[in-house]
């Protein structure tokens, strides 16, 4: 089940690393970091909120695509 983010990228342009994004969205630096490597599919909470973080819909940062 590949699903594609923009984490990375969105985290960047705000300025903010690792550390500082788990705390805006209640998550640790860990968990941001293993969803920017694609190893973590976040919950629905979880990606609702990064997008909201980032002000973009939660399609701009994450993308399913079937095998």
Do not use: H, W
């Not at 699903?3 to 985290?11: A, F, G, I, V």
């Not at 860990?30 to 599919?41: A, F, K, N, V």
């Amino acid at each position: 089940m590949p699903l594609y983010n923009k984490l990375s990228e969105y985290r960047k342009k705000l300025g903010l690393n690792q550390q500082q994004m788990g705390a805006l969205v209640g998550a640790s630096r860990q968990t941001i970091s293993l969803i920017e490597r694609g190893d973590y599919s976040p919950s629905v909470t979880l990606a609702l909120k990064i997008a909201k973080v980032c002000k973009v819909n939660v399609e701009d940062i994450f993308n399913y695509e079937e095998d």
